[in-house]
Nanobody, 126 residues
Framework: EVQLVESGGGLVQAGGSLRLSCAAS????????IAWFRQAPGKQREGLSC????????YYLDSVKGRFTISSDNAKNTVYLRMNNLKPDETGVYYC???????????????????WGQGTQVTVSS
């Protein structure tokens, strides 16, 4: 059974930083691309970044480039999202998701990913 568990969310002031973690189980980690999404209150789920650790491919939404960094630790089957200089409008539930795809990283849209975690809340105060 494929499972994804996010952690690391919380309350942070504008300009602050958080590191989210996504621990995967039930898969051969290197055969999958993993992405991070955000769903702000009342808005659609938005893809932020993705990584394929075997191919070294990464992708970032333009609005987070230079502030967010995605990385993976294959030994721990975990993907991280380091978020710096957070803004109040980046408040929302952050989800990780994965799809079986070797050596590439599909643009993170909801239909492109098959398995989802339960999400972790990030609140950025002004």
């Amino acid at each position: 059974e494929v499972q994804l568990v996010e952690s690391g969310g919380g309350l942070v002031q504008a300009g602050g930083s958080l590191r989210l973690s996504c621990a995967a189980s039930g898969i051969n980690f290197e055969d999958y691309a993993i992405a991070w999404f955000r769903q702000a209150p009342g808005k659609q789920r938005e893809g932020l970044s993705c990584i394929n650790s075997r191919g070294g491919t990464t992708y970032y939404l333009d609005s987070v480039k230079g502030r967010f960094t995605i990385s993976s630790d294959n030994a721990k089957n975990t993907v991280y999202l380091r978020m710096n200089n957070l803004k109040p409008d980046e408040t929302g539930v952050y989800y990780c998701a994965l799809v079986r795809l070797v050596n590439s990283c599909p643009v993170p849209t909801v239909p492109n990913y098959d398995y989802w975690g339960q999400g972790t809340q990030v609140t950025v105060s002004s």
